[in-house]
């Protein structure tokens, strides 16, 4: 089990964004955030996701704008 702050260094992402994301699951989320926290993890980041609906954890992709 890994713990926010931990996911925060190794996914290079600051700790409120990822407290953010984890805390509210309607948080807008940028593509490249959850493309960095889903390799942290080792899972695509449709697993963050749960096959396009809204997971408790991590909201849907945002395009890069």
């Known amino acids: 089990h890994m713990g926010m702050a931990m996911l925060a260094r190794r996914g290079w992402l600051t700790l409120r964004t990822v407290q953010k994301i984890c805390r509210n699951p309607f948080h807008p989320a940028k593509e490249v ?5 889903a390799a942290t993890l080792g899972v695509p980041v449709s697993d ?3 096959s396009g609906r809204r997971s408790p954890f991590f909201p849907p992709i945002q395009n890069r704008a």
Do not use: P
Request: charged share 40%; aromatic share 0%.
């Open 33 to 37: 955030t959850l493309e960095k926290i």
């Open 48 to 50: 963050l996701l749960r």
